[in-house]
């Protein structure tokens, strides 16, 4: 039977004294072939129950699902049920702490269920919850109707401007409560904008009191586990929708945690008594993904970057939302080269016109997919205003920067010569009236914020 190994074991495969790559491990990382009648790839282990060798072993396996006792050295939690653990599940999870370098992880049946399980595991009536802003609608839709019911507060802090400059006025917003956790999304949805992960980790800690410190949890979905590492800058959770990059292909909803032994331990269990595991054909797609994210992601940057240089010049194009085309006298420049190790394949752009403009461009594409969702191998593109972020009031998506004309665009993996000919012919069918003509791009512009409200 396949089983998880301990991490020791298999976090250091060497060639000699060559500590392989993490997309070289894609391909074995936690997985004997030996355990699975020489299988080279693993198995889908389709079953709701394990069989015990023994009812002592039934024992021990209960004993650490129900958090009854501590592990022994060297001792994992053994297979019981597939609701909490199975080992398409379990080898996957193991495989996804390498990029990040995380010390453990969970997998979820979707983005949305790793946000609430993580989320639902650390904070508590009457707590305060920090948050940036603008988040994934999705998220912003639990916070502001799911958790307030339940006696959380939401109070927000616009990403893309330095923490320094607003942490007085935060302070005072809280006024003495217990931070429950802090949640931050950066890149932001759909804006582009960054969030200082470290700035947030001192913040984090300065709200601590007695034994409680506020969990900080990074939503690192639009930069993926390549491109940005929140842990090495202070996060104690990183969250994914592995729907995207992960996955990949635009045929599978997965979600992600990782970070601390004890951090994730404490999401693993909640996870097992809401249901909110991936599934063991969910669990086997993402091992065969992660073999080519790099391959994928990479190739995804580099159009991104013809792509946003395409639209950047275009006169139909207002204003350019991209991490690659941040300048030096950027207020978030410090923070890009410090934070990201790319720029990433999003690309959110205004087009003159407003909601009209935006939608004759989106009506007019022939290559790219007028679709929801981003990190797939084809490109797509969306109206946030009316779409991902609908629920937001007219007033709040100004105040974040979602105007009517933006458009966000995940470039795929085709040849980035036939998107932007996609991209011009679509721009040429906008009905030109009443566009201003353009004296220079606007690259990477922040999104004009005022000082948040408290919710």
């Given amino acids: 039977m396949t089983r998880r190994k301990s991490h020791p074991r298999y976090k250091e495969r060497r060639i000699g004294q060559h500590v392989l790559k993490p997309e070289s491990q894609m391909m ?28 002592e ?12 006792r501590e592990p022994g050295p060297g001792e994992t939690p053994g297979l019981i049920y597939s609701r909490l653990n199975n080992p398409d599940t379990e080898i996957l999870e193991d495989r996804l702490t390498l990029w990040d370098e995380a010390e453990a992880a ?21 707590d305060v919850l920090v948050h940036s802003d603008p988040l994934y609608g999705g998220t912003e839709f639990f916070l502001d109707h799911v958790l307030s019911d339940f006696g959380v507060t939401p109070i927000r802090f616009p990403a893309g401007v330095p923490l320094a400059g607003i942490d007085p006025e935060l302070r005072t917003r809280i006024g003495g409560r217990r931070v429950g956790a802090v949640f931050i999304e950066t890149p932001a949805n759909p804006t582009n904008a960054l969030v200082d992960i470290a700035d947030v980790a001192r913040f984090a800690r300065s709200q601590a009191s007695g034994d409680h410190r506020p969990v900080v949890m990074v939503d690192n979905t639009f930069l993926g586990p390549l491109w940005q590492h929140p842990l090495k800058h202070g996060a104690d959770l990183v969250l994914y929708s592995a729907t995207k990059f992960i996955g990949g292909h635009s045929d599978v909803i997965a979600g ?6 004890d951090v994730v331990e404490r999401v693993r269990r909640l996870r097992g008594f809401l249901g909110t595991l991936a599934s063991p054909w969910t669990g086997w797609l993402l091992l065969r993904s992660l073999e080519t994210l790099k391959m994928r992601m990479t190739a995804q940057m580099k159009n991104a970057r013809y792509v946003a240089d395409f ?14 085309h941040i300048e030096k006298d950027h207020p978030m420049y410090a923070t890009y080269r410090r934070q990201c190790l790319g720029a990433g394949s999003l690309v959110s752009f205004e087009i003159q016109g407003g909601e009209p403009a935006a939608f004759q461009f989106l009506n007019s594409l022939k290559l790219i997919h007028l679709a929801v969702s981003l990190g797939g191998t084809e490109s797509l593109a969306e109206h946030p205003a009316t779409m991902t972020h609908a629920d937001l009031p007219a007033d709040e998506r100004e105040r974040m920067g979602i105007t009517p004309g933006m458009v966000r665009l995940s470039v795929g993996v085709e040849h980035y010569q036939d998107i932007i000919a996609d991209l011009e012919q679509a721009l040429e069918a906008v009905d030109s009236a009443g566009t201003e003509e353009k004296a220079a791009p606007r690259r990477a512009a922040p999104p004009e914020t005022t000082p948040a409200r408290a919710v």
Avoid at 57 to 68: V, W
Avoid at 312 to 324: R, S
């Fill in 256 to 261: 992600a945690a990782l970070g601390r032994h």
């Fill in 311 to 324: 639209l950047a010049d275009h006169p139909k194009v207002a204003a350019m939302h991209y991490l690659g």
């Fill in 28 to 55: 074995g990382y936690g997985y004997d072939p030996m355990l699975s009648e020489g299988a080279v790839k693993c198995p889908i282990f389709q079953t709701s129950t394990f069989v015990f060798e023994s009812a």
């Fill in 57 to 68: 072993a039934g024992k021990k396996f209960f004993e650490l699902a129900y958090g009854l």
């Fill in 106 to 126: 969970a997998v979820f049946d979707s983005g949305m269920a790793a946000i609430a399980t993580s989320l639902f595991t650390f904070v508590r009536p009457g």
